[in-house]
C-alpha cells in the first residue's frame, strides 16, 4: 500500500533574518515575478524587505522546492503606530469606522506584510500552507494585510480563510491600484 501523494512536494521552512537575507534578492525576485512588478523593483525591495526583518514579532516562511529553489515566501511582523503601512491603512479606517472598531482590528495587530508564490508553482495548496504556518503562533489578536483589487488565487486563498474587507478600493500614496485591506481573527481555524 503507497501513502496518499501530498498536495506539493516542496518543503516549507522557518526562516531567520539570517536565512532570509542570504536568499534576500531570490525573493524580492520572486515577487517581483508573482505581483507582475518591473525587475527594477528588486533595487527598491531589498532595502524595505532588509527593514522589515527587524520589527518586532517578524517572521518569515518560506518554500524551496526539489531543486532548493525559492518557490514560496511569506513575511509579517506586528504592526504599530508610526509605521507607513498603519498609518495609511489607520487613516482610511477612520474614514469609515468608529475609532472603537478601528481600535478592535489595529489595537494588537499583525501585518502579513508579503506572500507570494511563484506563479509555477500556483494553485497545488502552497500559498495556504505558507499563510498557516506564518500564522500559527503569530502575535496578535487579528491580522491585516492588502492586496490589489480583482479576481486572484490570492482572493481565494483569503476568502477560504475567513479574511473579510476592512477597506475597498483603496488607494495607498504613491500608488494608483486599488486594493482592498482585508482582515481576520487570529488564531486560523485548522483546516477543513
Given at each position: 500500500?503507497?501513502?496518499?501523494?501530498?498536495?506539493?512536494?516542496?518543503?516549507?521552512?522557518?526562516?531567520s533574518t539570517d536565512q532570509l537575507r542570504t536568499r534576500l534578492t531570490e525573493a524580492v525576485?520572486?515577487?517581483?515575478?508573482?505581483?507582475?512588478?518591473?525587475?527594477?523593483?528588486?533595487?527598491?525591495?531589498?532595502?524595505?524587505?532588509?527593514?522589515?526583518?527587524?520589527?518586532?514579532?517578524?517572521?518569515?516562511?518560506?518554500?524551496?522546492?526539489?531543486?532548493?529553489?525559492?518557490?514560496?515566501?511569506?513575511?509579517?511582523?506586528?504592526?504599530?503606530?508610526?509605521?507607513?503601512?498603519?498609518?495609511?491603512?489607520?487613516?482610511?479606517?477612520?474614514?469609515?469606522?468608529?475609532?472603537?472598531?478601528?481600535?478592535?482590528?489595529?489595537?494588537?495587530?499583525?501585518?502579513?506584510?508579503?506572500?507570494?508564490?511563484?506563479?509555477?508553482?500556483?494553485?497545488?495548496?502552497?500559498?495556504?500552507?505558507?499563510?498557516?504556518?506564518?500564522?500559527?503562533?503569530?502575535?496578535?489578536?487579528?491580522?491585516?494585510?492588502?492586496?490589489?483589487?480583482?479576481?486572484?488565487?490570492?482572493?481565494?486563498?483569503?476568502?477560504?480563510?475567513?479574511?473579510?474587507?476592512?477597506?475597498?478600493?483603496?488607494?495607498?500614496?504613491?500608488?494608483?491600484?486599488?486594493?482592498?485591506?482585508?482582515?481576520?481573527?487570529?488564531?486560523?481555524?485548522?483546516?477543513?
Amino acid at each position: 500500500m503507497t501513502a496518499a501523494p501530498s498536495p506539493h512536494r516542496d518543503r516549507v521552512v522557518e526562516l531567520s533574518t539570517d536565512q532570509l537575507r542570504t536568499r534576500l534578492t531570490e525573493a524580492v525576485q520572486l515577487y517581483v515575478t508573482a505581483m507582475g512588478y518591473s525587475p527594477s523593483t528588486v533595487q527598491q525591495r531589498a532595502p524595505m524587505w532588509s527593514a522589515h526583518m527587524l520589527r518586532p514579532g517578524w517572521r518569515c516562511i518560506a518554500a524551496f522546492n526539489s531543486r532548493d529553489e525559492l518557490v514560496g515566501v511569506g513575511y509579517g511582523y506586528l504592526g504599530t503606530p508610526g509605521q507607513w503601512w498603519h498609518e495609511q491603512v489607520h487613516r482610511g479606517m477612520l474614514a469609515t469606522f468608529p475609532a472603537a472598531r478601528v481600535e478592535e482590528w489595529m489595537g494588537h495587530y499583525f501585518e502579513l506584510t508579503e506572500l507570494h508564490v511563484r506563479p509555477d508553482s500556483q494553485g497545488r495548496g502552497l500559498g495556504e500552507s505558507i499563510l498557516r504556518r506564518l500564522l500559527d503562533g503569530a502575535e496578535g489578536r487579528t491580522v491585516l494585510l492588502s492586496t490589489p483589487e480583482g479576481p486572484t488565487r490570492a482572493w481565494t486563498l483569503y476568502r477560504r480563510v475567513g479574511f473579510v474587507d476592512l477597506l475597498r478600493d483603496y488607494h495607498f500614496a504613491g500608488d494608483s491600484r486599488p486594493f482592498a485591506v482585508l482582515g481576520r481573527e487570529l488564531p486560523l481555524d485548522a483546516p477543513t
